[in-house]
T-cell receptor, first 114, second 109 residues
Framework: ETGVTQSPTHLIKTRGQQVTLRCSSQ?????VSWYQQALGQGPQFIFQ???????GRGNFPPRFSGLQFPNYSSELNVNALELDDSALYLC?????????????FGQGTRLTVV | AQRVTQPEKLLSVFKGAPVELKCNYS??????LFWYVQYSRQRLQLLLR??SRESIKGFTADLNKGETSFHLKKPFAQEEDSAMYYC???????????FGAGTRLFVKA
């Protein structure tokens, strides 16, 4: 059984560019959630995917979008990057969409926008 | 508005002393509450949830709906408890988790 893995671990982008972050969910999990964690803050919920469909979204603009694939891995895409998008991006996988099962987190991708 | 507040950014205690990490929440409904922990150079992981009413690593947390609090307690702190602790609330739909800003616990020898 493998844990949640995210790639890349670090990334530097220029303002206005687009970025794609990747997450492989833990074996047997069909739900992936994405979070943004700014320095000194707790994680903020971006959105959740269950069986390839988005089933919940936080207060993030449409330029934050995602995908979940048939193998339940996921991508987070951010268009038109802004300096404030610099943060640690976390994904977490779990089983089911009820939220009652434990979520397992990846190690995160550190995005720096310059 | 749904909100989780952890009033202390840093809490420093001596080994063997009791520790209490405070968490207050704002939520209209029946929340599901959690404590997550992040040890140095490790990923965020679930410590405990209120519905389980369990004790993990000597930590307990009681949901007080009247005071809208979910404080984390341990009677005798250990050096290995030093970590970042996040209180979190899951909404009724079960898909959105709201985290507090976190409290860094430092247990001194």
């Amino acid at each position: 059984e493998t844990g949640v893995t995210q790639s890349p671990t670090h990334l530097i982008k220029t303002r206005g560019q687009q970025v794609t972050l990747r997450c492989s969910s833990q074996s047997g999990h069909n739900t992936v959630s994405w979070y943004q964690q700014a320095l000194g803050q707790g994680p903020q919920f971006i959105f959740q995917y269950y069986r390839e469909e988005e089933n919940g979204r936080g207060n993030f603009p449409p330029r934050f979008s995602g995908l979940q694939f048939p193998n339940y891995s996921s991508e987070l895409n951010v268009n038109a990057l802004e300096l404030d998008d610099s943060a640690l991006y976390l994904c977490a996988s779990s089983w089911g969409d009820s939220g009652n099962t434990e979520a397992f987190f990846g190690q995160g991708t550190r995005l720096t926008v310059v | 508005a749904q909100r989780v507040t952890q009033p202390e950014k840093l809490l420093s205690v001596f080994k063997g002393a009791p520790v209490e990490l405070k968490c207050n929440y704002s939520y209209s409904g029946s929340p599901e509450l959690f404590w997550y922990v992040q040890y140095s150079r490790q990923r965020l992981q679930l410590l405990l949830r209120h519905i389980s009413r369990e004790s993990i690593k000597g930590f307990t947390a009681d949901l007080n709906k009247g005071e809208t609090s979910f404080h984390l307690k341990k009677p005798f702190a250990q050096e290995e408890d030093s970590a970042m602790y996040y209180c979190a609330l899951k909404d009724t739909g079960g898909f959105k988790t709201i985290f507090g800003a976190g409290t860094r616990l430092f247990v001194k020898a």
